[in-house]
């Protein structure tokens, strides 16, 4: 179901309950810039062997809250752009994710700029190798916690960050950045970030760090030890 209904700028409402999806993997896609849909109930879709997301909902931008809590993701291998360019969405609720197989969180949450925060204790993700621009321009956020996605694989976390102009409280204590290639435009025009602690980074791969702390009008502190 590929591209399904991409492109259906003007459709506003869609029933998916009598829609069976208990055998697909694929939902690469299927609402790309649905633009003026405004309301999706996902609560009778099956997911289970889902292996591919890559936008998804990119582009639906009147969308102000998702309920994707029923869902099981645990399968899914790319969730790359799969919320990017929702520029009004505001609430959006994921459902817990532990695995060993989700490689590519790429833009994932790329130009949110009105959602105010993601739960990201849900997500228990151990072999991603893709975080390139995953935050990029969430303006809304303030918080973010990464405790629980291992990062050791992880080769580009290029502006993963970058334009999370409300962000002030960050943890980033668990982060294993030792085969992490590009790591520039990561904390780029975090306006509001007073402290900075990445004294466990491991930068003896990395090749690329240009405009990596640009922009931190407020910074008072970066740990910079290792």
Do not use: W
């Amino acid at each position: 179901i590929i591209g399904m209904f991409e492109g259906c700028s003007s459709l506003i409402s869609l029933d998916l309950s009598y829609f069976n999806t208990e055998n697909v993997e694929n939902m690469e896609k299927i609402f790309l810039n649905c633009e003026s849909i405004k309301n999706l109930d996902f609560s009778n879709i099956r997911t289970n062997k889902l292996k591919d997301m890559n936008s998804i909902f990119k582009g639906c931008k009147s969308l102000s809250s998702l309920n994707l809590a029923y869902l099981d993701l645990n399968t899914v291998e790319n969730m790359s752009y799969a919320f990017s360019d929702c520029n009004y969405l505001k609430s959006l609720e994921l459902p817990a994710i532990k695995s060993t197989k989700l490689l590519d969180i790429s833009n994932m949450f790329e130009n949110d700029y009105l959602l105010e925060s993601i739960n990201l204790d849900k997500m228990k993700i151990e072999n991603v190798i893709n975080m390139k621009e995953m935050f990029k321009n969430c303006r809304n956020i303030s918080r973010l916690d990464f405790k629980n996605i291992n990062t050791q694989n992880v080769i580009n976390m290029s502006g993963l960050l970058k334009g999370c102009e409300k962000l002030k409280e960050l943890n980033i204590n668990n982060f294993n950045t030792s085969k992490v290639l590009d790591m520039s435009h990561m904390f780029e025009n975090l306006e509001e970030l007073e402290y900075l602690d990445i004294n466990n980074f491991e930068t003896k791969n990395v090749k690329n760090m240009s405009y990596m702390f640009s922009g931190l009008f407020k910074i008072k502190s970066i740990d910079l030890i290792n």
